[in-house]
């Protein structure tokens, strides 16, 4: 059974750093597009950041320059790197590993942005 579990949401302070983490299992994590989306409360779920399997990386504009994604293969692991956050970022922020026509989601997990 294929799983994309999140990890690392939180309550933050404005200005602060959160790490995400997903880990895959079950796929062969190689061969996949992995992508951070963010649902923010009331609103469109929007992709954040995908990482392809060859390597290339696109960002929103809303985020470029402060967070980073990776992908450690060997640990079958995506991670999103935030910084300088702002109440704007508070969402719930999911994992998305797609190949052709195969995608899966994670559960999701919350990050909320508050002083």
């Keep these: ?22 880990a895959a299992s079950a796929i062969t994590f190689t061969l996949y597009d992995i992508a951070w ?7 469109q779920r929007e992709l954040v950041a995908q990482v392809t399997s060859g390597g290339t990386i696109t960002y929103a504009d809303s ?3 402060r ?3 990776s992908r450690d293969n060997a640990k079958n692991t ?12 508070t969402a719930v ?17 919350q990050v909320t942005v508050s002083s």
Excluded: H
Excluded at 1 to 22: A, K
Excluded at 78 to 89: F, G
Excluded at 97 to 107: P, R, T, V
């Design 1 to 22: 059974q294929v799983q994309l579990v999140e990890s690392g949401g939180g309550l933050v302070q404005p200005g602060g750093s959160l790490r995400l983490s997903c």
């Design 37 to 43: 989306y963010r649902q923010p409360p009331g609103k």
């Design 63 to 65: 985020v470029k320059g």
């Design 67 to 69: 967070f980073t994604i």
């Design 78 to 89: 995506v991670y999103l790197q935030m910084n300088s956050l702002s109440p704007e970022d």
């Design 93 to 109: 922020y999911y994992c998305n590993a797609k190949f052709k026509s195969l995608a899966y989601w994670g559960q999701g997990t």
